[in-house]
């Protein structure tokens, strides 16, 4: 069964290259972006602006095939590929909680993005923390870790082959 | 230009009918479900179970078309739709996430999930704080309306046409 989709927008960030890249928001706290919504949803962004921050669902466009075990960019062993946020996956979407600073029609204005330049935006959504966060007890491999995606870079391992 | 995904698995859960559903994880608390993965894909859920809460995307396979003015079932009035989590969409991505109990091969067993049951799994990241969580100032039209989340329930109104 497959399940089509076609991106709404593109996503604008400094960012031109793979290699290189903040590994998550957290490295990226102060990078400002844009997004672009096609003019034929700009409609739908009414309202969005009461909300600090919102959920971006995006295609990793630059990240063709997958393996089930990955070496994250935070670990140095092989990891089951959906204990990490590897961008090369089956269904290759990726997620970003962004601030959003304005709206200018159909133009976001975000901070906080580690996106690729040009990625194709398939979803926006209100991040909402009731609905969007949960009191953990553990996270796995990245204890200890995610601490490292402040200052850690990407390099060559998820591009498209 | 379109992108197709295919479902790694499926979700399984005690909602039957898109009415009459908890509309987020919040009215769902305490509700288990099963993640069920296809068997090729089962060996990317190494690592995932030192995991406390995972992150699901799916498809609201249920939902057909959309309009960019939508009435939210916490709210009386008409909302632009990427300010709302209706799940009529232009890309019908749904995003919940879900407390991981155990994984057994690849059936996960998680709890907190408002998702109807058979709904197809795209993806399954491990929500981590640092990365998912955000510290809002604002949640716009939610203000003072996000606590409803935890006793509405859904009605017809996002059935497919």
Same mark, same amino acid.
């Given at each position: 069964m497959n399940i089509t989709f076609s991106p709404i927008g593109t996503i604008r960030s400094p960012?031109?290259?793979? &290699?290189?890249?903040?590994?998550?928001p957290t490295g990226a706290k102060d990078t400002e972006g844009q997004v672009l919504v096609e003019a034929d949803y700009a409609?739908?962004?009414?309202?969005?602006?009461?909300?600090s921050h919102i959920i971006l669902l995006y295609h990793f466009h630059q990240s063709e095939g997958f393996h089930l075990k990955v070496t994250p960019f935070m670990d140095n062993e092989p990891r089951g590929l959906f204990s990490t946020r590897a961008p &090369?996956?089956?269904?290759?979407i990726g997620l970003s909680i962004v601030q959003l600073l304005k709206r200018d029609g159909r133009i976001l204005h975000i901070r906080g993005v580690d996106v690729l330049d040009g990625t194709p935006l398939l979803d926006i959504k209100p991040y909402v923390p009731k609905f969007d966060s949960a009191e953990v007890s553990s996270i796995g491999w990245l204890?200890?870790?995610?601490?490292?995606s402040e200052t850690l870079r990407s390099d060559d391992r998820f591009l498209a082959k």
């Open positions: 960012f031109q290259d793979v &290699r290189n890249m903040p590994i998550q409609e739908g962004l009414d309202d969005l602006e009461g909300f &090369r996956r089956p269904n290759g204890e200890k870790k995610a601490q490292k």
